[in-house]
């Protein structure tokens, strides 16, 4: 079966730097993308990986290794704002969206 | 900023009853998408459509429909409404270029079936 697996819930201190780790398994490979979502509001999107490395954008940066089936959200300068779920999701070989739970992140004074 | 649009945002309904949750856009997407989701829980795709006249049945059985009869408008109908279906409907709509592309949400429309 498809898996997306990241954790429930991180918490971090704000002006600090958090790293949010999405592993997955999926038939074939598309591209991962990350999405933003606040309590209570629909998803925005954060970033696109589709090629190995390192994608940085701004205070937010985005990792991924697809022989490893990983990838990770780097957060830096933490700001309360920042509070949220973070989705991991995985585009499979049919072009369809494979989605995480999503990782809560609490940003702590 | 995404142009998509949900109505309505929060819906109280008896069970049984027919609803529709009405989604447009003014990007003109060709692709769309209706999403389930739980709290905590991950998204799940219930229809979707890349134009036209075109729709397609996601992972997730609702016992709904969905009708593309124009670019930008895309709503999903429950005939008859139980409290399973109580979530938040997420409308998605993407460029749909080389199948790859983000997807820009509406603002959700939540559903509680009594």
């Known amino acids: 079966g498809q898996n997306i697996d990241q954790p429930t819930e991180m918490t971090a201190t704000e002006g600090a730097i958090v790293q949010i780790n999405c592993t997955y398994q999926?038939?074939?490979?598309?591209?991962l993308f990350w999405y933003q979502q606040h309590a209570g509001e629909a998803p925005t999107f954060l970033s696109y990986?589709?090629l190995d490395g390192l994608e940085e954008k701004g205070r937010f940066s985005s990792f991924l290794s697809r022989s490893k089936g990983y990838s990770y959200l780097l957060l830096k300068e933490l700001q309360m704002k920042d509070s949220a779920s973070y989705l991991c999701?995985?585009?499979?070989?049919?072009?369809?969206?494979?989605w995480g739970a999503g990782t809560k992140l609490i940003i702590k004074p | 900023e995404a142009d998509i649009y949900q109505t309505p945002r929060y819906l109280v309904i008896g069970t049984g009853k027919k609803i529709t949750l009405e989604c447009s856009q003014t990007?003109?997407?060709?692709?769309m998408y209706w999403y389930q989701q739980d709290p905590g829980m991950e998204l799940h795709l219930i229809h979707y459509?890349?134009?036209?006249?075109?729709?397609e049945k996601g992972d997730l059985s609702s016992e709904s429909t969905v009708s593309r009869i124009r670019t930008e408008h895309f709503p999903l109908t429950l005939e008859s409404a139980r409290p399973s279906h109580t979530s938040q409907y997420l409308c998605?709509?993407?460029?749909?270029?080389?199948?790859?592309?983000?997807?820009?949400f509406g603002e959700g429309s939540r559903l509680t079936v009594l």
């Open positions: 998605a709509s993407s460029t749909g270029t080389g199948d790859t592309g983000e997807l820009f």
């Open positions: 990007m003109g997407h060709d692709k």
């Open positions: 459509s890349y134009g036209v006249n075109s729709t």
């Open positions: 999926t038939s074939g490979f598309n591209g």
């Open positions: 990986n589709v």
């Open positions: 999701a995985v585009m499979d070989s049919n072009y369809q969206l494979i």
